[in-house]
């Protein structure tokens, strides 16, 4: 059974750092690409960023770049999130999913996300 | 705003069909078949219930189906049960340039 686990979450201040985590296990961790989907208060997810399943490539949405940066520790089959340069509408729910890609390649385009995890809480305020 | 339109809210008694809609644009929902569906209850992670348009992931209730004409895509619930209730989500590949697509802002389905 695949089962995510995140944790890191708190509250921040504005400009701010937190370091995401998420346990991933039930699956052969390093054949699948995964990604961070964040849910604001009310409104619908917005994809955050996803790594290979190498952890060699990376993409992040426009809101982020240059702010968060993903990785992945396959040996320990964790997947991280280092965000810095908080604001407030970093708000979010914070969820790691497996990635499934159009071609199903451990990278590219994502067809869809098959498993979340139950989130955790950034909540940036001063 | 999110990129998808997604009604805010549908109901329906038990046993009854409820249809969600999904309106993107031909870079979108309207150009290929990657549209998922995912429900979400309060305070849960988001689940996967229907993928690449119409397929079902093993373990999701064949009540739940999905469908696409044009720029919309829809997840059709047949004989609602009150289980059903919660928020539901559409998502799609994009072709400009978002690697992890776009989603819709949501539908909350109500069990009369």
């Known amino acids: 059974e695949v089962h995510l686990l995140e944790s890191g979450g708190g509250l921040v201040q504005p400009g701010g750092s937190l370091r995401l985590s998420c346990a991933a296990s039930?699956?052969?961790?390093?054949?699948?690409?995964m990604s961070w989907v964040r849910q604001a208060p009310g409104k619908g997810p917005e994809w955050v960023s996803t790594?290979?399943?190498?952890?060699?490539?990376?993409d992040y949405a426009d809101s982020v770049k240059g702010r968060f940066t993903i990785s992945r520790d396959n040996s320990k089959n964790t997947l991280y999130l280092q965000m810095n340069s908080l604001r407030d509408e970093d708000t979010a729910a914070y969820y790691c999913?497996?990635?499934?890609?159009?071609?199903?390649?451990?990278?590219?385009?994502?067809?869809?996300?098959?498993?979340w995890g139950q989130g955790t809480l950034v909540t940036v305020s001063s | 705003q999110s990129a998808l339109t997604q009604p805010a809210s549908v109901s329906g008694s038990p046993g009854q069909s409820i249809t969600i809609s999904c309106t993107g644009t031909?870079?979108?929902?309207?150009?290929?078949?990657?549209v998922s569906w995912y429900q979400q209850h309060p305070g849960k992670a988001p689940k996967l219930m229907i993928y690449?348009?119409?397929n079902r992931p093993s373990g999701v209730s064949n009540r739940f189906s999905g469908s696409k004409s044009g720029n919309t895509a829809s997840l059709t619930i047949s004989g609602l049960q009150a289980e059903d209730e919660g928020d539901y989500y559409c998502?799609?590949?994009?072709?400009?340039?978002?690697?992890?697509?776009?989603f819709g802002g949501g539908t909350k389905v109500t069990v009369l």
């Open positions: 999913a497996k990635s499934i890609t159009l071609y199903g390649y451990s990278y590219g385009s994502i067809s869809y996300f098959d498993y």
């Open positions: 998502s799609s590949y994009t072709s400009t340039g978002i690697l992890g697509g776009v």
């Open positions: 690449e348009v119409t």
């Open positions: 039930g699956f052969t961790f390093s054949s699948y690409a």
């Open positions: 031909s870079s979108d929902v309207g150009g290929y078949n990657y």
């Open positions: 790594v290979s399943g190498s952890g060699g490539t990376t």
